[in-house]
Nanobody, 116 residues
Framework: VQLQACGGGLVQAGGSLRLSCASS????????MGWYRQAPGKQRELVAI???????LYADSVKGRFTMSRDNAENMIDLQMNSLKPDDTAVYYC???????????WGQGTEVTVSS
């Protein structure tokens, strides 16, 4: 499984960005998919998860601002990020767990910078 993330960039506080992550395999072969982020000098942390059934879970820090979606037809997941804050500055990674093997795969990361 290969994951290709894109959509990062520089935005002012209060702005929006939409991240996308394309999978090289059909999402029907993927269980949970997630977005994680790693800020400079900090550990990687969970941002949001979406299950194969479409249920979502968000970190408290992004609830109400970020929305994760899953497009099984396009084999992609998206993360709509609104009301961005400087604390959201990080490299964002998508993650997938293959359904049958249970193996975990990571995308290459896309950088988000929010200026104050």
């Amino acid at each position: 499984v290969q994951l290709q993330a894109c959509g990062g960039g520089l935005v002012q506080a209060g702005g929006s960005l939409r991240l996308s992550c394309a999978s090289s395999v059909r999402l029907s072969n993927i269980n949970n998919m997630g977005w994680y982020r790693q800020a400079p000098g900090k550990q990687r942390e969970l941002v949001a998860i979406i299950t194969s059934g479409g249920s979502t879970l968000y970190a408290d820090s992004v609830k109400g601002r970020f929305t994760m979606s899953r497009d099984n037809a396009e084999n992609m997941i998206d993360l709509q990020m609104n009301s961005l804050k400087p604390d959201d500055t990080a490299v964002y990674y998508c993650k997938a767990q293959e359904r049958f093997s249970g193996l975990i795969y990571w995308g290459q990361g896309t950088e988000v910078t929010v200026s104050s």
